[in-house]
């Protein structure tokens, strides 16, 4: 079944890697607003070669939206969600590797956004254009669309989703990313984590003074200290009024799915050179704070001197940068009412807090047909029955799509893959076979 | 009265200019450990070029400390202290002129280092050279120590005292710094705290991850804020165990002497844009926090992403850099351990405290004859009494010194000085009259 497309995509790999590479060598960092009309012309050039019809959707103020789609007449039709930004790729002294320069080295490719999610976006591209270039017929008909501001919270992709709701309609999605756990199995992920992203800034004095002042003016450092340890306690629980109000619990259905779960609590625990997980958490529990619990996580502070040595200083400024994650039945806005409440109610009114990104969490059930036949897919190519997480801990956009079109996350990642810190990378043969596996996908589609 | 030692330095004013510009270029921020010795040999150089008998005296692992020296066989001596190294010159963008290229405007002199302390040294060896070019005989026997680390917490410096101790034997002694007051009244400073700076580190993983492991994984960065904000309340109180015992409280003579200083409380909320002092402190209150009270100051944070926009990361590592100002009765070493046992009693057993440098406050008895001939002297040459400080709310060595010579602390700066921060800078005029006020001392300590 498909074989000359199997074919080609193995005989072929050489410049399905070069393509990938040309992706990652435009730095598309959301955040800084670099490269990305450049990636978006790319990534439209990379459907129209598989066969796709194409357009870009202009967004005011945004990254331009990448749609594509061949209507072959099919029962059934498959939507890809992809994004063609990246991450910032500091601290980059702890690269091996330039970032933007991707380079191969042990099997795998390294570089910024080949795991999140330029591999999976160019995988999914070029599974479609072997059935071009093999002059194979399609199973399904095919949707596309591409986004360049998934890293920062996907800010336009709602103003492009509510004129194009058509378009969303599919038998089921492939999410952006997935891929292997620590032993190699492949997992699917059928949710995703809301988000709230802030900045919190203080300003105190009007500028930075001799530190000795500290014995009598104000300092927007201390300031900072004390707003944020006010919003977490010790046992990381979010201390802000109302916080865990109206939260969806984890369904019996999902927890039986737990169960099936295996987080190597073990291995993992060498991984990140820990002792304990946060609060000493083991087993179950562990995996109900994984897949059912909102976080409050500093992921950047800045204030003051930061060079070698010492500078006695009293800094006039402090920031810091926050990322709430939401579980189901949060809502962003909601988040932002109650924590201006709770730093108001502490007295924090010098606190400001500047919106950068949210959205709600989404999730597809586990029970959904369309996991069957990826799972039934992935058994194909993979030899094993996928992993199951009813949601993941990270964010996207996916309740922009799920009224429309059931989606379920895999991809040609791994655990090495350092999504989001420095050496970001995918395995070669995982890429490989993740085009297989898409091919697989559509077949088992074809005879839904 | 040595007039034409006062005719040269105004006639010589541009020369003495142009000899502290050079000094400034060279940029010699001690916590770098950069243009130490090509700084030490420029300032022997200007001694000699003074008339002074010079020595280098080469510290193990430090920068040198340079001393200068001239015996007349008259009956009193004074002793200069200063040092040739600079404050960090960071945030740079925030210099409107860059800080080692000197540069005037609006009779002032800009750049790292001009008020603390190269304009005072400068302006000190130009009086000395004064008596030289005009062939005017010294009143008074003089001695000068020069060190390049005062800015690190004179790390070295104990190590030169030690070995000698006969050399700091004088009958009165001008410390670094000094200037006037936002009114442009002389002040002077009889004492100054102690400082013990260190930097606390937090590592808790191997590696940053993607923030969505927050909700299992430990957190450097709120450790980090936890840490911070046991050491120190919301009403500034440093709850360290025992870090306020054996405080030695501001004697009755001290507490009349702060009667008369004006803290010009209005003017500087204005200055510095704040509504009210720390914790509301007016009038004595405050007085007495400013001269009497430790502070446990947060200079700098580093931790996670610091860039443009929004980066979900958990990071790895957090550093926070801390000076805690010493009054008398205190000592770093027993704040240290202090520090320690607190920490580990919290649990914060994972916060590593990396010491930087240390030493006890110090103080000249306000009622001691030096001041009375300091006082004397600044009558003459700027027509005012000096506002008497019992200490700076600053640290320096001082009290490797106070048992050989009482030393007054009267400077070159004024309140627009901006010492450690962007835009430092002198008065010009200051800078003339400073050695105006040299030479008079001089003159009044050979009447003693």
């Excluded at 998934?150 to 800010?155: A, M, Q």
């Excluded at 203080?202 to 009598?216: G, I, K, P």
């Excluded at 625990?269 to 704070?289: M, P, R, S, V, W």
């Excluded at 003051?304 to 402090?318: E, F, W």
Aim: aromatic share 10%; net charge negative; hydrophobic share 40%.
């Amino acid at each position: 079944m498909f074989e000359s497309v199997t074919t080609f995509i193995d005989d072929n790999l050489d410049n399905s890697i070069e393509a990938l590479k040309k992706l990652v060598r435009i730095p598309t960092v959301a955040a800084k607003g670099e490269g990305l009309s450049e990636a978006a012309d790319l990534v439209e050039k990379m459907l129209q070669d598989a066969g796709l019809e194409t357009k870009q959707h202009e967004i005011t103020g945004g990254a331009p939206v990448v749609t594509g789609w061949k209507d072959v007449g099919a029962k059934r039709t498959l939507l890809f969600y992809d994004h063609y930004d990246v991450q910032p790729a500091e601290p980059f002294d702890l690269w091996d590797s330039p970032p933007f320069e991707p380079e191969i080295r042990n099997g795998r490719l390294w570089g910024r956004g080949v795991a999140d999610n330029k591999g999976d976006a160019t995988s999914r591209i070029w599974a479609l254009k072997a059935f071009k270039e093999t002059r194979t017929n399609l199973p399904v008909n095919i949707k596309f669309v591409l986004e360049g501001e998934e890293e920062i919270g996907s800010l336009h992709l709602p103003e492009y989703i509510e004129k194009n709701k058509d378009f969303l309609k599919a038998d089921g999605g492939i999410w952006e990313f997935g891929g292997a756990d620590i032993n190699g199995i492949q997992e699917a992920w059928l949710g995703l984590k809301g988000v709230f992203f802030v900045e919190l800034e203080v300003v105190r004095l009007s500028r930075d003074v001799h530190s000795s002042m500290a014995c009598t003016l104000p300092s927007a450092a201390y300031r900072l200290v004390w707003a944020l340890n006010s919003l977490k306690n010790m046992d990381s629980k979010i201390t802000i009024d109302g916080f865990y109000d109206g939260i969806k619990p984890l369904t019996e259905v999902e927890l039986k799915a737990l169960e099936k779960i295996d987080l190597n609590e073990e291995k993992l625990k060498k991984e990140f050179a820990i002792d304990e997980y946060l609060n000493g958490l083991t087993g179950q529990a562990l995996k109900e704070a994984y897949y059912g619990e909102p976080t409050c996580n500093i992921c950047g502070i800045t204030t003051g001197y930061q060079g070698k040595g010492s500078m006695t200083v009293l800094p006039a400024r402090a920031t810091v940068k926050i990322d709430f994650r939401l579980v189901e039945g949060m809502h962003p806005d909601d988040i932002h009412k109650k924590l201006r409440k709770h730093l108001d109610s502490l007295g924090f009114t010098d606190v400001k807090v500047i919106y950068f990104e949210g959205y709600p969490a989404a999730k597809t059930p586990v029970d959904h047909p369309f996991v069957k036949i990826v799972n039934a897919a992935n058994k194909r190519t993979h030899g094993h029955d996928l992993v199951v997480h009813p949601t993941s801990p990270g964010s996207g956009p996916l309740y922009l799509f799920n009224e429309y079109v059931p989606m379920v996350s895999v991809g040609c990642s791994d655990f090495l893959g350092k999504a989001h810190s420095p050496n970001e990378s995918i395995s070669l043969e995982n890429f490989r076979k993740a085009q297989h596996r898409i091919v697989t996908i559509m077949d088992e589609m074809s005879r839904w």
